[in-house]
């Protein structure tokens, strides 16, 4: 099975969440017919809570166990609990409180008013992914990894030009002046995106189509970092006809 980046087309935003929540839900069933538990990484952003408002709002959700699926969060913003800045509030607004979940089942970051510093907040989310660990490694192997991409190629909070795309020996870091408010932030580092089975990149608008074009063009990583971005089994970008402008024809999937 090749795990080569492929690209696939929707005319615009609407139809563009849609596709990828209809493939959401069909993949999440597949996976839960062939294994007990399933681990999700969620993103936040217009694009993340627009896939999972579309999830929300198909029949089809009603035929997952969800109680078999645990979510995770490629990154988060160093504010308080419920805070309408979090990723896992914009989650749990648009998808996961309609769900009725076990506690258990969510793993959110730390948050800036639970008692922790910034730096043991990381650790603590560390120890989190560890506890879930398998196959000897400090974390799940992630089924599916949602990732929003900035106009810049960042991805989660590892940006262009920042040591945080470098890190290879830890799970979560710190992020502190953050170029893109607000200034401190905790993030998954690349090895641990990358060791996700399925890596699902969902983008919308012109302003994206630069980064992306350069992403699949081969760009450094340390100045695009989706450049960098690769699941272990499939890595595919769910974009708008504006954020495919750039895209070379040969990479663009009809059916994959």
Known sequence: MTNERRVLVHPDKASLASAVAARFVTKTLDLLDAQAVVHIVLT????GSAVLEAVAASPARMSIDW??????WGDERWVPERDAERNDEQSRVALLDDLDLPESNLHPFPTSDSGLTLDEAAVDYAAELADHGVDGLPHPIFDITFLGVGPDGHIASLFPH???IQVTDRTVIPV???PKPPPERLSLTRPVINASQRIWLVLAGADKASALGLALAGASRDEVPVAGIKGRRRTVFFVDHDAAAEVPESLIARDY
Not at 44 to 47: A, I, K
Not at 67 to 72: A, C, I, K
């Open 44 to 47: 936040g952003g217009s694009m």
């Open 176 to 178: 502190r002046n953050s």
């Open 67 to 72: 109680s078999r699926v645990h979510f995770w």
């Open 162 to 164: 920042r040591s945080g």
